[in-house]
């Protein structure tokens, strides 16, 4: 099979396509995990009402918790 031919290409773009959608899934499913996990461990505080009332502390442990989990999947991926 020629490497450089139109069905290596469409191939490799499939396969590109395919582990986008597994990046994509396995992210969503990853934070998703982590937030639900850091509700149920921090039970004294409701970050969500805390967040809406402008609390920039609370905001950003959830960023940075959505920045360390995506760089866990990115890692495994």
Same mark, same amino acid.
């Given at each position: 099979?020629?490497?450089?031919?139109l069905n290596a290409t469409l191939l490799n773009y499939l396969r590109a396509l395919g !582990?986008?959608?597994?990046a994509a899934v396995g992210f969503s499913l990853?934070?998703?995990l982590a937030i639900k996990v850091f509700d !149920?461990?921090?039970t004294g505080i409701d970050? !969500?009402?805390e967040i809406?009332?402008?609390n920039m502390g609370v905001s950003?442990?959830?960023v940075s918790l959505i920045?360390?989990?995506?760089?866990l999947i990115f890692k495994v991926i």
């Amino acid at each position: 099979m020629d490497p450089f031919g139109l069905n290596a290409t469409l191939l490799n773009y499939l396969r590109a396509l395919g !582990w986008s959608i597994v990046a994509a899934v396995g992210f969503s499913l990853g934070i998703g995990l982590a937030i639900k996990v850091f509700d !149920w461990l921090s039970t004294g505080i409701d970050e !969500w009402e805390e967040i809406k009332k402008g609390n920039m502390g609370v905001s950003l442990i959830f960023v940075s918790l959505i920045v360390m989990v995506g760089v866990l999947i990115f890692k495994v991926i």
